[in-house]
């Protein structure tokens, strides 16, 4: 086992664990820092692929921005212990065995089809380009890809928008 | 390769979507007339649709494949446009009776609208994912308009969660197809092996996630609640505009890629089976007047289905006998998007101020108190059903014949068992309007006022029903093109 290999099993079980801990945690602050910790061990997942620029926007946006909104809003909001309805137990129990299955599902489709990965950047597994370094990610976004770019901004505006109209004080 | 100019005219009806959205939340400020705001945005939703004109004469592929300008994406920006021209004009007296927000309920309209634009010119999956979800966070916002109600909340809330698990499902089926394909872009997967298992599954995701956006069963659970909360204007908008674009895309790439073709026939065929009877068996016991046209719209897109099963049995060449099956979806989509505006729209002013008046005995007696909105919606009604001289007629006929004429007998027969199903509850309101005497608190009331605005949008969307039920050929014309999908292999 290379030291590649152990690296990225530590953070892919980190990034599980902590997910797991987010849904089962009480408090909403405990399940907010349990998110920090995906986000972080995703961060070194991608850093793992040669994803610098998104290893980094990872932690700064999401580890950092986001998260310390999260904890802001829960903070300012007092939000106490989770409550539970009868009813969700209830519904739990076929929901849990369902997403176990289709879990199983997707894993051993994709353990059964790993070796016919297709990428733009491989050509018959020889690495012929390095898509995910910085230079190639800009060249996309502002070439290749600027239409999707820009409808993104206004996504983002949509977004702003629905948030002032949905909180906005009566007049 | 940087854009070149034909690439903005290709994209020009979103483009002029977006700006006008941005202008009026700039314009906001400084206007306070309700009116004002309505006529900008009327105009702004024809300028676009006038616009697709221009972007259909710029065919070919754009932005280095990322859309697609030809007829098939031409019709639905005309589709799209025309569906927020009516939302526009029909959602006026509304905002003014619940004192809502003019500018900020128009421009969300209009992003709404320019993210359905995409998505019925998108054949690169991420650019459709932008779309999509331009299409579906304005809806979730526009669901949740009425803030003072909570009814409106829930309806919001239920969207946004149920939609954003939908995203993700969506958004995992472009990773694995990525994953098996190496490209996002459709015109480019047709050397991709349809036996790969990672396709069929990232496929399948795609399916799952555009279903929910159409409301097909198992995915329907949503639209009832949700056409109930939400504004009624707005619920016109859902049960036309985001259907529209989410049927275009997926029809596109179910058509586009041959590795998606005779493999998803069953699938079609099930989701068909079982969209129609949820609708129609859902609607059957309903009392209020939106969860009613809401099972009935879930009924609609299994119909859809049923020309999907068709499409896809017959392998999706255009020149081999699939062309009328597509040409059946089309039209189906456009006779069923002015029909429930033209609906929703009396349904909206008929529940008056806090929409108090949806039950079903509110109508009892319109056909007596006002004879002409009785009679609208009783064409929409009949239009709904199916039958000859409205639109729906024969919106309903080439679906059904699409599905004859590829030997699917038995989902033909299916068809025709929930269309009689549908009578039931379609005729019911007729009679509660024509033969029920109302009761004392109705007859005391005034009758209901119809403005000037809401009466364009009724007489718009009646005259479009009959003139599609009476000469349906136009339109059938220009889908039955050849070149409908530019991007067919």
Known sequence: ?171 | MFPTPDDFYRVLPEVLWCGFGTLLMLLQPFFKSRQFFTAVAAIAALAGTACSVVAGAFPGPGFNGLIQSDPYSTFFHLLVGLVAFLVVLAAGPYLDRENLPAAEFYALVLFATAGMGVLAGAQELLTAFVGLEMSSIASYVLAGFRRDSLKSGESALKYFLLGSFATAFFLYGIALVYGATGTTQLDKMFAADPHSSLLKLGFAMILIGLGFKVAAAPFQIWTPDVYEGAPTPVTALFSAGPKAGAFALLLRIFATVPAATHLWFWAFWILAVLTMFAGNLGALVQTNIKRLLAYSSIAHAGYILVAFASVTYLGNNLSDGAGPAYAAILFYLVSYALVKIGAFTIVSQIGGTGEKHLALDDYAGLGQRQPWIAATLSLFLLSLLGLPITAGFFGKLYIFKAAVDSHLIWLAVIMAVNSTIGAYYYFRLIVIMYMREPNAEISAAPLVAFPFSIVVVLVITAIATVALGVAPNPILRFILDPALIGNLR
Not at chain 1, 2 to 10: G, H, K, N
Not at chain 1, 63 to 89: D, P, R, Y
């Open chain 1, 1 to 171: 086992m290379t030291a590649e290999l152990l690296v990225f099993f530590l953070l892919a079980a980190l990034s599980v664990a902590g997910a797991v801990s987010l849904i089962f945690q009480k408090h909403p602050i405990h399940s907010a820092l349990s998110l920090i910790v995906v986000m972080v061990a995703l961060a070194g997942l991608y850093l793992l692929m040669g994803a610098e620029f998104v290893a980094a926007v990872q932690i700064i946006v999401y580890g950092g921005a986001i998260m310390v909104l999260f904890v802001f809003v829960i903070m300012l909001l007092n939000a106490g212990l989770e409550e539970h309805t009868s009813e969700s137990k209830l519904a739990g129990f076929p929901g849990i065995l369902l997403a176990l299955a289709l879990m199983g599902f997707v894993a051993t489709t994709l353990a059964r089809s790993a070796g016919s990965f297709v990428s733009s950047a491989t050509d018959g597994g020889k690495i012929v380009a390095n898509l995910s370094s910085t230079r190639q990610l800009s060249t996309m976004i502002f070439k290749d890809f600027v239409y999707p770019f820009e409808l993104t901004s206004f996504l983002i505006l949509i977004a702003i928008l629905g948030a002032i109209v949905l909180a906005q004080r009566e007049s």
